[in-house]
T-cell receptor, first 112, second 112 residues
Framework: NAGVTQTPKFQVLKTGQSMTLQCAQD?????MSWYRQDPGMGLRLIHY???????DQGEVPNGYNVSRSTTEDFPLRLLSAAPSQTSVYFCASTRLGSYEQYFGPGTRLTVT | KQEVTQIPAALSVPEGENLVLNCSFT??????LQWFRQDPGKGLTSLLL?????REQTSGRLNASLDKSSGRSTLYIAASQPGDSATYLCAVWTGTASKLTFGTGTRLQVTL
């Protein structure tokens, strides 16, 4: 099993550009989520999904969009990048009922 | 709203010492508590998961305890080694919110 994979590992964007961060898992987990990690603020939940076709907002959803068309994939879209979105982004998955979280390696995003 | 606090924020100990990291949470309606390790610039590695019905979990030199009623968990590291140097994060899964809430972490340095 590859576990949770994320691409790209690093990305630099200019203000106003859009992009999609990819996340995939091969553990057949129902629940997937996106976090951002900023110094001094810990990890904060952006969006989450409890299954294909179902998504919901977390603490800091503004400026981000998600969809879940398959169990395996949960992409995060930045609609119009802003410097405040410079951060490290982590994707995670878990099986409902277990709630043990598995994290991907992260994407380091810089917006200039 | 669930809030998770970790004390101390940073800790430096000489090699060989036993140490305790603390985690407290405000809402005791949790499903589980998970301890993670994060090395600089890396992702999160799960160390221990304690279900809400459990009091402790052990893995090698690590022992985590949970007192749900008082909203506290401790991570005990025995015979610390320089390789234990990392940031340790605790996170709770709160059932009513269906999400994981993280503390801001304890940065541990074990010196020779």
């Amino acid at each position: 099993n590859a576990g949770v994979t994320q691409t790209p590992k690093f990305q630099v964007l200019k203000t106003g550009q859009s992009m999609t961060l990819q996340c995939a898992q091969d553990m057949n987990h129902e629940y997937m989520s996106w976090y951002r990690q900023d110094p001094g603020m810990g990890l904060r939940l952006i969006h989450y999904s409890v299954g294909a076709g179902i998504t919901d907002q977390g603490e800091v959803p503004n400026g981000y969009n998600v969809s879940r068309s398959t169990t395996e994939d949960f992409p995060l879209r930045l609609l119009s990048a802003a410097p405040s979105q410079t951060s490290v982004y982590f994707c995670a998955s878990t099986r409902l009922g277990s709630y043990e979280q598995y994290f991907g390696p992260g994407t380091r995003l810089t917006v200039t | 709203k669930q809030e998770v606090t970790q004390i101390p924020a940073a800790l430096s100990v000489p090699e060989g010492e036993n140490l305790v990291l603390n985690c407290s949470f405000t809402d005791s309606a949790i499903y589980n508590l998970q301890w993670f390790r994060q090395d600089p610039g890396k992702g999160l590695t799960s160390l221990l998961l304690i279900q809400s019905s459990q009091r402790e979990q052990t893995s090698g030199r690590l022992n985590a305890s949970l007192d749900k009623s008082s909203g506290r968990s401790t991570l005990y590291i025995a015979a610390s080694q320089p390789g234990d140097s990392a940031t340790y994060l605790c996170a709770v899964w709160t059932g009513t919110a269906s999400k994981l809430t993280f503390g801001t972490g304890t940065r541990l340095q074990v010196t020779l």
